[in-house]
């Protein structure tokens, strides 16, 4: 791996050149006029989110053109699967679900990747998977894209059907089922669909290595799910809300990019977590920002990204992760005129490497094109063991060379700990290494140890592989 040395002389040397953008993986000049994706308005001064404004036509079933100054969506284009008000299309789509006779009951898990799938977080995904593009996810973690280029997709992302069920809509040759919430109301259409077996023994262990007893997930969301999958082209009636006061947060990709745009980011650079932010992580994500200022961005972004989605019960609550991490702004351990505070709709799979690359990919298509990992992305204790599930240095290792995510380069950062002397978190310095504490993040302290890499989707990656 080459060093951080070598990368800042690649990047000045880089930047030297005219015509190119250093941050964009596709190096092009914008063209006159880019089309503009519209952000809603959000309701909170704390995200310094322009209000104002609403979702355009531009925002089309089958995509936009993302602005130049951004990384490109995997694709080519952000897909967006909710159904336009322009033209009676959303109307006439309600209107369709609730005469058509099938109907498929979403559970809580189900209409998370709903939400996911019509906001283009999965994109170039345009539904659930048919079985072609299960089996890719499943064993490439990849699947193929219309233009022949593999786009990694490590988690499947699917819909379970049972078996009562599979036989009346095939009895009937229906090509379009309805999907419904726990009230029996219409969410969205599933067309063109394709049902196939759910092999669960080999999901489970092909996504997590393992199919010990008592992986979150597969508890909740596989365990006693149907046996067989239907997938097809989604289509959604409106944009998925909660209604727990937390909605105003959960920006749509199409959303965040226009903010990095408003904000004028050269860089943006993701951060995800599961737990409150603690001292480390501030320091971690200061001095991310410092670093990409002194290797020549203007002006970069943090994308602070709680995963919002199903989480395990020992998991601390959203609603209390989004009040503290309104106060880390409100306080000034962040900088709010540089962070962006969103939830990520995804569930949590606890799959370790293999879940870390859909977290990596979805904030892709966000716009980012730096995203930072810790030790032991995505992973847990083993269900039945005193051990970890996954190496806690695999995650990282294993987005260096994962398929379809070639665009990402390896920023190495020193490790952070408790400094006892100077009482306050500080990058570790070995030469008196027992003034550190190296203590978990889950303690009441909330201090944590984090070998930190920041994987970025630049065009510098020969200046930084070995």
């Known amino acids: 791996m080459a060093t951080q040395a070598a990368f800042l002389a690649g990047f000045s040397q880089l930047a030297a050149q005219p015509g190119r953008d250093r941050a964009v993986a596709v190096a092009v000049a914008p063209a006159p006029g880019p089309a503009r994706v519209a952000v809603a308005a959000v309701g909170s001064a704390k995200l310094g989110v322009k209000a104002g404004t609403s979702r355009t036509a531009a925002v089309a079933r089958l995509g936009v ?237 943090l994308l602070l990204h709680p995963l919002g989605g199903f989480t395990k019960a020992d998991d601390v609550p959203l609603s209390w992760r989004m009040k503290q991490h309104e106060k880390v702004l409100e306080e000034g351990v962040l900088n709010p005129e540089s962070t962006v505070v969103a939830i990520f709709p995804s569930p949590m799979h606890y799959a370790g490497p293999t879940e870390v690359q859909w977290h990596a990919k979805a904030r892709i298509n966000a716009g980012a094109n730096f995203y930072i990992v810790g030790r032991d992305p995505a992973g847990m204790s083993h269900p039945t063991e005193k051990r970890d599930l996954y190496d806690a240095d695999h995650g990282k290792k294993v987005l260096s060379m994962a398929p379809g995510l070639e665009r990402l380069n390896i920023l190495p950062f020193k490790v952070a700990a408790y400094d006892t002397k100077q009482k306050k978190m500080d990058f570790f310095d070995p030469s008196r290494k027992d003034d550190f504490l190296f203590i978990s993040g889950t303690k009441v302290s909330f201090h944590n140890c984090w070998d930190v890499v920041i994987f970025s989707t630049n065009p510098l990656s020969s200046l930084v592989k070995s």
């Open 65 to 301: 053109r993302c602005r130049a100054s951004l990384i490109e969506p995997d694709g080519g284009r952000l897909v967006d699967l909710v159904a336009p008000e322009e033209g009676g299309r959303r109307a006439a789509l309600r209107r369709e679900a609730a005469e058509l006779p099938h109907r498929l009951r979403l559970g809580r898990v189900d209409k998370e990747w709903v939400h996911v799938l019509s906001e283009g977080w999965a994109s170039p995904l345009q539904g659930f998977m048919r079985e072609h593009e299960f089996l890719q996810a499943l064993h490439f973690n990849a699947i193929r894209g219309q233009d022949g280029r593999m786009v990694n997709m490590s988690v499947p992302i699917v819909l379970s059907v049972g078996d009562a069920q599979r036989r009346a809509i095939q009895a009937d040759g229906a090509t379009r089922v309805a999907l419904v919430d726990e009230r029996d109301r219409p969410i969205a259409v599933l067309s063109d669909i394709e049902i196939y077996k759910h092999n669960k023994e080999e999901r489970v262990a092909r996504t997590w290595g393992t199919t010990a007893p008592g992986l979150p997930y597969v508890e909740e969301a596989i365990t006693n799910a149907g046996d067989w999958l239907v997938g097809g082209d989604l289509e959604v009636i409106e944009p998925i809300k909660y209604n727990d006061g937390l909605d105003q947060y959960r920006l749509s990709p199409a959303q965040l990019r226009e903010e990095f745009a408003r904000r004028n980011a050269d860089a943006v650079f993701a951060f995800q977590l599961r737990n409150p932010v603690h001292n480390g992580h501030a320091l971690l994500m200061t001095d991310t920002r410092k670093r990409l200022l002194e290797m020549g961005y203007k002006n970069p972004v």
